[in-house]
């Protein structure tokens, strides 16, 4: 494994990093938010150790990755190596991974139904392992996306602590490709504020500046680090 200040520059990532850096230092002066109130998860999924360690040796140690599976194969090694890593779960879970999801994550931003609830809550108990968990909202209410419709929220977060005994820390959304994010923003940083929650995981490559203005305390930010998939 190579020293983290001594690994090769290799592509373009950390000179990208430091620009995601600069953007965000720019949007949290202009929102009057202080840098420590943003968490930066760098969005790894799709590319393998020899793109993430330069990330890495550039000093970032948050990621995120969409699939289990392939953050099970790609992850052990390097949080053994670099064991300051926290890892974030950004993508769809099914019940059947959440086991390994309570395993091998920190945190995980899709939980949306019942059954999810209940095989975290199981995983939760028998892994005495708490990640921190949102609460998916499909702002948009497409039809293909995972999340729970903005109407059916407040009784959902409701059924989370109550039925389920599990602490949420926050909400999360993906805003149709179609539409400005701001109005999916701010229905999510709505839903939260009534429900009490203080964590909005919001805001991607093209919008985490706008993200920012509007509350995020974790932006997810893949391509605009580590290239195009
Ligand atoms: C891939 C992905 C991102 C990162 O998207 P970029 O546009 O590459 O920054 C953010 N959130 C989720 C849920 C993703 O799947």
């Not at 393998?48 to 953050?71: M, S, W, Y």
């Not at 929220?153 to 490709?177: E, H, K, N, Q, R």
Request: aromatic share 4%.
């Amino acid at each position: 494994m190579t020293e983290s200040n001594t690994a090769p520059v290799t592509g373009h990532s950390p000179n990208a990093l430091a620009a995601v850096e600069a953007e965000i230092a720019r949007a949290c002066k202009d929102a009057r938010r202080e840098r420590s109130a943003v968490t930066l998860i760098a969005v790894s999924k799709t590319f393998g150790p020899d793109a993430i360690l330069p990330v890495i040796g550039a000093g970032q140690r948050v990621f995120g990755e969409n699939r289990v599976q392939e953050a099970k194969a790609k992850w052990p090694a390097l949080t053994e190596a670099y064991p300051d890593i926290v890892l974030h779960l950004i993508g769809p879970l099914q019940s059947n991974k959440a086991k390994e999801a309570v395993a091998l994550f920190d945190a995980i931003h899709s939980v949306d139904r019942p059954s999810i609830c209940q095989a975290l809550a199981k995983e939760i108990e028998s892994q005495n392992k708490h990640p921190q968990l949102f609460v998916q909202i499909n702002t948009g209410e497409e039809p293909q996306k995972a999340g729970v419709k903005p109407g059916e929220a407040d009784a959902f977060l409701a059924s989370c602590s109550d039925t389920y005994g599990l602490t949420i820390s926050g909400l999360m959304c993906i805003p149709p490709v179609d539409e400005p994010p701001a109005a999916h923003f701010a229905l999510t940083a709505k839903i939260a504020a009534r429900n009490g929650l203080t964590n909005l995981s919001m805001g991607m490559s093209a919008d985490f500046a706008n993200a920012i203005m509007l509350g995020a305390t974790h932006i997810r930010v893949g391509s605009a680090i580590f290239g195009h998939r």
